[in-house]
T-cell receptor
Framework: QQQVKQSPQSLIVQKGGIPIINCAYENTAFDYFPWYQQFPGKGPALLIAIRPDVSEKKEGRFTISFNKSAKQFSLHIMDSQPGDSATYFCAARGTYKYIFGTGTRLKVLA | KAGVTQTPRYLIKTRGQQVTLSCSPISGHRSVSWYQQTPGQGLQFLFEYFSETQRNKGNFPGRFSGRQFSNSRSEMNVSTLELGDSALYLC????????????FGPGTRLTVT
């Protein structure tokens, strides 16, 4: 019940494409859902986050779609660029802790 | 505003030794969390501290411990190191007010030989 399942494990898209990364959770007590971007040798960087009372949030080229009834949320990257090539993690906030998905390695081809 | 800082950035230790890692949160942040990141297990929650109190703990053996000081700086300690403890140890801070955003430091890369 504490897991966050993330898919796909890896993703390759052409420049300008729209990669979509999906996450699913079980615990309805989770109250905050961030996405992080991590480059090799760096710590994860907060990209965008959403609360369960909102169905969609956009920040620049990044969009989160949230489906509370299905207990699923996803990250869309519009007009993807080679510089977006990184590992992306979804997460869910429980009681004084975050549960992370297993990560998606994204490669955007030039 | 300065970000989360962690020291040291790299560490090589031998099995059986102990190690202490340090984390300084973003100024004004009172919550500090620690995570272990490995290729096989991903990001695993170790523990969270707020105002010098541990509020939550992950499923790690007692060899892993931590503490937080009155200035919100935090340390984690791993005793009797094992080869499997080799990982990137990440610290994250948040204000723990109405805003939940958590920000990570660059991590400490621990290698146990």
């Amino acid at each position: 019940q504490q897991q966050v399942k993330q898919s796909p494990q890896s993703l390759i898209v052409q420049k300008g494409g729209i990669p979509i990364i999906n996450c699913a959770y079980e615990n309805t007590a989770f109250d905050y859902f961030p996405w992080y971007q991590q480059f090799p040798g760096k710590g994860p960087a907060l990209l965008i986050a959403i609360r369960p009372d909102v169905s969609e949030k956009k920040e620049g080229r990044f969009t989160i779609s949230f489906n509370k009834s299905a207990k699923q949320f996803s990250l869309h990257i519009m007009d993807s660029q080679p510089g977006d090539s990184a590992t992306y993690f979804c997460a869910a906030r429980g009681t004084y802790k975050y549960i992370f998905g297993t990560g998606t390695r994204l490669k955007v081809l030039a | 505003k300065a970000g989360v800082t962690q020291t040291p950035r790299y560490l090589i230790k031998t099995r059986g030794q102990q190690v202490t890692l340090s984390c300084s949160p973003i100024s004004g942040h009172r919550s500090v969390s620690w995570y272990q990141q490995t290729p096989g297990q991903g990001l695993q929650f170790l523990f969270e501290y707020f105002s010098e109190t541990q509020r939550n703990k992950g499923n790690f053996p007692g060899r892993f411990s931590g503490r937080q000081f009155s200035n919100s700086r935090s340390e984690m300690n791993v005793s009797t190191l094992e080869l499997g403890d080799s990982a990137l140890y990440l610290c994250a801070s948040s204000s723990d007010g109405a805003r939940y955003e958590q920000y990570f430091g660059p991590g400490t890369r621990l290698t146990v030989t």
